[in-house]
């Protein structure tokens, strides 16, 4: 698998993210709100750079059965439990693509009547967008490719990567790389 971004690159992208967020919620901490399983070591990354007492909240949602390709249903699989009402939040996202699941997320949690949120997303495929999605915060564009590492994975393997990196061609959803 080929190296799409590096972790020195990433590293420099929350860093940098990290200042935008500080920047804008300089009043206060907001709630970072993660998304299950992809964005765990991101959002981890940015908590620590953040250097904030922010308070973290997670949502399991998928729209990946299996596969490389989302099945056009989403699903929530783990609830937030985190108290947003009235509070500052950041949705911190993996990889925004298609855009229903970030649109999905944004409903959901603003049933929850936050006083503001934004979207921060490690990275931004928007020749994948089918909806329109304003990222408030963005580490990379990237074209559209299936990339694994740093948290992201195919059928629950490469999370560990330290970088991006480029899925190999696959003949089926079941051969490994």
């Known amino acids: 698998m080929d190296v799409l971004i ?7 992208a929350v860093v940098r993210l990290a200042g935008e967020i500080r920047r804008d919620y300089a009043a206060g901490p907001p709630v970072l709100v ?6 765990f070591v991101f959002l981890a990354d940015l908590a620590r750079a953040l250097d904030l007492p922010v308070e973290i909240g997670f949502v399991g949602l998928s729209s990946y059965v299996s596969g490389t ?7 929530v699989f783990h609830e937030l439990r985190a108290d947003i009402t009235g509070r500052d939040v950041v ?15 944004c409903d959901y949690l603003w049933q929850r009547r936050p ?3 934004r979207i921060c ?6 020749t994948r967008r089918q909806v329109p999605v304003d990222l408030d915060y963005r580490g990379f564009t990237i074209p559209n490719l299936f990339i694994v590492g740093y948290g992201m994975d195919f ?10 990196r480029v899925l190999d061609t696959y003949v089926s959803d079941t051969r490994t790389c």
Request: glycine letters at 10%; aromatic letters at 4%.
């Open 69 to 75: 390709v989302s099945s056009g249903r989403i699903e």
């Open 6 to 12: 590096s972790r020195q690159r990433i590293d420099e």
């Open 121 to 126: 997303s490690l990275l931004d495929k928007p």
């Open 155 to 164: 059928n629950g393997q490469y999370r560990h990567l330290p970088d991006i």
């Open 91 to 105: 949705l911190v996202e993996d990889v925004v693509d298609s855009g229903h699941s970030v649109i999905y997320l």
């Open 34 to 39: 993660g998304v299950l399983h992809g964005a």
């Open 115 to 117: 006083a503001s949120l």
